[in-house]
């Protein structure tokens, strides 16, 4: 079966760490663009960061730059999103989305694997 899973995902204090992973099962990312977004209640899907797989280019929302680092582990078919400095704002549902050709780092773009989420929660 072919799915991606996140985990990773937890309640912080702000200014605290978290590191979500996105792992693939039943394939390979390596020809995809890999996105992290999250979506808060009330508000609609937004993204966080992206990557391509094969070349490492990375990009990054202004919400999280400075803050996040996405990264890949070819070995375990895996991207990591780390977080630091995380913010009260930053609390949502975070999502890791795969697509071949998504044109941009857009949530609607992103068509052909979703992983269930993964909550983040920063609140003191």
């Known amino acids: 079966q072919r799915q991606l899973v996140e985990s990773g995902g937890g309640s912080v204090q702000p200014g605290g760490s978290l590191r979500l992973s996105c792992a693939a099962s039943g394939f390979s990312l390596a020809p995809f663009t890999i996105g992290w977004f999250r979506q808060a209640p009330g508000k609609e899907r937004e993204w966080v960061s992206c990557?391509?797989?094969?070349?490492?280019?990375?990009s990054y929302a202004d919400s999280g730059k400075g803050r996040f680092t996405l990264s890949r582990d070819n070995a375990k078919n895996t991207v990591y999103l780390q977080m630091n400095n995380l913010k009260p704002e930053d609390t949502a549902v975070y999502y890791c989305a795969a697509d071949l050709f998504p044109g941009a780092c857009n949530p609607k773009f992103f068509r052909s694997y979703w992983g269930q989420g993964t909550q983040v929660t920063v609140s003191s």
């Open positions: 990557i391509k797989y094969k070349d490492t280019t990375t």
